[in-house]
């Protein structure tokens, strides 16, 4: 029916293939932005809304600042369960209750399928740099504070 479909079609299938990797590679570093605090310490963290936002996260970023993250935001508490999939940075991912108390603190293997989830049902998901909670003696049962959280009681 198109016999010149046929001609161009594995031309246009590599053509396609080069070029949507490209654009699902790029990180995400245009998300809005909230302040969060951990006692004395302050995080910027990008706001992570929508179902898309969500599953791209934190990949394909190849550093990140120590004062900064990605809060995950989710309509509903439901048991969160996180992976690393294009992931390159080690990361330590904060489940975090609606009022702000950290539920459980999992550190989480870039590049990783494994699934790290929440001890109970949350809304938020903070992901910062592996290691940033610790250095901090940020620990479960600690509280959060922002607007983020305030919205939600």
């Known amino acids: ?4 479909l046929k001609i ?31 006692g004395m310490y302050q995080i910027d963290a990008q706001l992570a809304l929508t179902p898309q936002q969500q599953q791209t996260g934190l990949m394909h970023r190849k550093e990140m600042p120590q004062a900064e993250g990605m809060l995950f935001v989710f309509d509903q508490a439901t048991t969160q369960c996180f992976w690393m999939k294009n992931t390159l940075l080690p990361l330590t991912a904060a489940f975090v209750a ?9 550190d989480m293997q870039p590049l990783s399928l494994d699934s790290h989830c929440s001890e109970e049902p949350v809304r938020f998901v903070l ?6 909670f610790a250095k901090k003696n940020i620990k479960k049962g600690a509280k959060l504070a922002g607007e983020a959280f305030k919205a939600r009681r």
């Open 127 to 132: 992901e910062m740099n592996q290691g940033w």
């Open 98 to 106: 609606d009022d702000g108390r950290i539920v459980n603190l999992v």
């Open 1 to 4: 029916m198109f016999p010149r």
């Open 8 to 38: 161009f079609a594995p031309a246009l299938l590599a053509l396609w293939m080069s070029v949507v990797p490209a654009f699902a590679q790029s990180p995400q570093l245009d998300l809005p932005r909230t302040r969060i605090s951990a």
